[in-house]
């Protein structure tokens, strides 16, 4: 009888390890990813009044219909996107991020400086990346 009590322990003890594992990946599923300069199209389940983004500098909504939101990435970061009903209830309130298509880029290194190249389908300089690069360090 003494090691079904040890059994229950570590079986408790392995379900608080996974949940703690899986976390984080669901506070990334909460994360709406956009790449810059594309759009992505929320689908609601119920019209939303109200549309508001953190900072329109990096993503912009447009309201297409009252269920139909298209969000644009406008520069690299991160903002936030909150959609209200018309009784002031939240929709949604997620965090955007909008990055580089990782898969359509090079990245020159010449010494201390780095350039990055969309090619889609010929290379092009991404100053912006460049300049984000530069004031992160």
Do not use: W
């Amino acid at each position: 009888m003494p090691s079904s009590g040890k059994t229950i322990s570590f079986t408790a003890a392995a379900i608080l390890v996974l949940c703690g594992l899986q976390a984080p990946g669901r506070a990334e599923e909460d994360v709406l990813r956009v790449y810059m300069d594309h759009a992505r199209v929320l689908k609601l389940d119920r019209p939303a009044s109200k549309v508001i983004i953190g900072n329109s500098k990096v993503a912009d909504a447009t309201v297409a219909d009252p269920k139909t939101i298209v969000l644009t990435g406008r520069s690299f970061g991160t903002t936030n996107l909150v959609l209200l009903d018309a009784d002031g209830n939240a929709i949604l309130d997620e965090t955007v991020l909008v990055s580089i298509d990782e898969g359509n880029t090079v990245r020159v290194y010449r010494q201390t400086d780095r350039s990055v190249l969309s090619c889609t389908p010929n290379c092009e300089q991404h100053t912006q990346q460049d300049n984000a690069a530069d004031a992160g360090g």
